[in-house]
């Protein structure tokens, strides 16, 4: 005979509720998974919870029986997470390995504590078995007298008035439309109960109070993956298995079958992306991340609203303390402090688009990048793309020649920084720094904040650059990455910048800085246009910047008119090494680059470099004429030419003030030098007359001519003759010359005749060529050009340039036409009489006499309203100027030709405030 066995008494945690009559048991672990067991309450049948359709041969879904959902909740509420005293019914034939039946006493002392089994049979929430009523034994007559007294106080399944139905679940295992459910839900937090654990990021959970069953990945992070075979056992071989194991206990631990909220945030396929938060203790991806279970994931923290900078402290955190998986972690940028982690300074130049030169004091301006952004790159070709595909390697590609303004979106994310950086003070925190690679140097990355407002953040709202995604665990990112993230998706699906798949911008600039030819093309546009917007894009040196022209989308050399400037040292030609720098041109260079580098300016175009297609002009900063300030500082002199300018007077005050100070190229001035060449110059009080008959051969557009003098005729017939009897004794083989620039050769003109010229410049297949005797300038062929005899090259040129004096061009250029036409038309062939009136540099300005009517011909065009009179300071000839003054206020008052719609120096004199 079998003498029944006593029950044994032992400490679990409730860690599930499978049923209104069964739970799950667990130990508290040391190491690894902890030891479980089931526990199915002995002697008491609970309600069915509904199921999911499994297996080939039970497809279909079941229904909760009435009051199984109570029963369920009942004990949920009562000892999920609870220490309990459990009895295990050793009599019990259907006890297994894996399961017991018993009894869970809820307390701190089992001769105290709560019968769940009895509190269940109380509630009338499950039936005592039929097969005990008639025993004897006074435990099971106690649950058959609690189960009388729920009936006759008809407590749960045993109300009559309770309707059967109104205590099942209309539970949905799946749901269909997970976009729209999406949209229904999203950012909003819905009560929920964490049903399954599959790993440490990833549960099933029942949302309440529709009770939808979900697959939810948490937001923002990953915890190592549970491998399960076939049979659903997990696979030894699974990476990371330990760690996995103890990152999902963690998680069932602290929210398994608990009331938590969930903020659904985004899909991927048909499982939910989104935040579980624990009350009380908030959001349960902390706590991985923190004991080092899990690593941020990027892909899917752009999608929290807000958060994000807690979930990559708490990773921080792990990784700095090398908690779990961060043991062996090493970082790879050294940790900074102090003004090397943080600083502020003035940005003075965009590089690109991700790139600044912030100065901070009186230091050289230090390079930063904007951390983990890319500006906008160049597409790849469609045929690329489909080597790519294939397997094959693509073809190499040329590199952009200007990629800020041939890469779509570049130019627009220069101007953004620019516009919104330029001379301002920003607050720098660096990031990292990225090791130098092969022949690329360090960098420092770095977030830049102006007014609170993250600078990269900013540019990437815009789509004016895309976010650098990294490898997993690489912590080289900015500070602000997460929201770099948000701000690109928000961009993307705005279609905004280089996300648009129509209106790309495309800037067809004009680069006519090097190009003298093309840049004559855009003189008269440039000067009709009076004061033109422009941007510097480069500073040179001190007076040579190169600028962007909006309006007329063209960059250009400029050269600030008026001033000698020093330069600074400089590359020699053709890599020969360096050029060494002017005394105070790199001080030059730099103050022009303070003042002007990246800036909105207005520029006012005079004339052109004939040369080299160099621009001449003056520049204005926020009001300052940069040549009077180059000036004033003592790091340029008046030139010559300003003498001609309205700005004259400014810059010479400035001039003087600067050697007064003995400001910089001043600093060795002997102020009695020139006290001595000026009362030299007042010695000379009176004009002097000295006419000489010549010819004028040639007019030019500004005012210059070639003249021969008529004494000098007979020599030049005589030398012309001589020349025609040799070429005609020896005529030239054709091709035998090569022209060279700077030649003295002889030319055949239009009239088949050789005169003496001067090769100018040589292309490839035309020479520009100088008659010297003559004035006028060809553009002919090699084979018309021959080796001048040594004989005919002693004479010197009998052609003489001279200046018109006295006057000056207006600057509507349709005006200066008829003028330079008018010219020609009364000087060109005629014999006159010249007088040299004064001389800038080397060249002598002269005024023209008709040796019958004694007519002065400059005066006449300015009384017919052709030229405007110049300004001309010397004693000697203010009663000329005076005259000529009179003759254009003659004009003036007639309304002849410029003057025909009033006074054109009305705007100039105040604009200048003369």
Known sequence: MN?????????????????????????????????????????????????PGRGPNNTEDT???????????????????????????????????????????????????????????????????????????PQLVELIALEDAAKAAKKGKWDPNADPQKHVRDIKWNVEHVRHFLDKYEKKPVQAIIEHVRDGSTVRALLLPDHYMITLMMTGIRCPPIKVDSTGQVDPSTPDLLLAQEAKFFVEKNILQKDVEIVLESTSNNNFIGTIIVPGKGNIAEGLLREGFAHCVDWSIAFLKSGADKLRAAERHAKDNRIRRWKDFQPKTPQLTGKEKEFSGTVVEVVGGDALMIKVGNLPPRKIFLSSIRPPREQAR????????????????????????????????????????????????????QPAVENFPEKTCCTVTIGGVNVAEAMISKGLGTVVRYRQNDDQRSS???????????????????????????????????????????????????????????????????????????LITFLLAGINCPRGSRPGPGGSGVVPGEPFGEEALQFTKDKCMQREVEIQVDGIDKVRGNFIGWLWIEGVNISVALVEEGLASVHFSAEKSEYYTPLKQAEDAAKAKKEKIWKDYVEKEEKEEKVEEEVVTERKVDYQTVVVVEGTRDLRFYAQNVDQGPRLEALMNQIRQEFQSKPPLPGAYTPKKGDLCAAKFTDNEWYRARVEKVTKNEVHIFYVDYGNREVTSAVRCASLPATFTSDKPFAHEFGLAFVKLPKDVEYQDEAIQAFKDDVEGRTLLLNIEYKVEKLSYVSLTDPKTKADIAKDLVADGYLLVDHRKERRLQKVMSDYRAAQEEAKKHHKFIWQYGDITEDDAKEFGR
């Open 63 to 137: 229904k909760d029986e009435p009051w199984a959902w109570e029963a369920r909740e009942f004990l949920r509420e009562k000892l999920v997470g609870q220490e309990v005293f459990v009895v295990v019914d050793k009599n019990n034939a259907a006890a297994t390995a894996t399961r017991d039946y018993g009894v869970v006493l809820l307390g701190k002392d089992p001769n105290h504590a709560e019968n769940i089994t009895h509190s269940l049979i109380s509630e009338g929430l499950v039936s005592v078995r039929e097969g005990v009523r008639n025993s004897k034994d």
């Open 382 to 433: 469609t045929d690329d793309k489909e080597k790519k595909e294939e397997g094959t390697t693509p073809a190499k590609t040329n590199k952009v020649a200007r990629p800020l303004y041939d890469i779509p979106w570049m130019f627009e994310a220069r101007e953004f920084l620019r516009k919104k950086l330029i001379g301002k003070k920003v607050n720098v925190v660096v990031d990292y720094k």
């Open 3 to 51: 003498t029944p066995q006593q029950p044994s008494i032992k400490k679990w945690v409730v860690k599930q509720i499978l049923s209104g009559d069964s739970v799950l048991l667990r130990e508290e672990p040391r190491r690894g998974p902890p030891p479980e067991k089931q526990l199915v309450f002995s002697n008491i049948l609970a309600p069915k919870l509904a199921r």
């Open 480 to 554: 602000h990455y997460d929201e770099l993230l948000a701000a690109e998706t928000k961009a993307s699906k705005s279609n905004k910048g280089i996300f648009s798949k129509k209106d790309i911008p495309q800037h067809r600039v004009n680069d006519v800085s090097a190009d003298p030819t093309r840049a004559r093309q855009f003189l008269s546009s440039l000067q009709r246009s009076g004061k033109i917007e422009a941007v510097v894009e480069f500073v040179t040196s001190g007076s040579r910047l190169r600028l962007y022209i909006p309006k007329e989308t063209c």
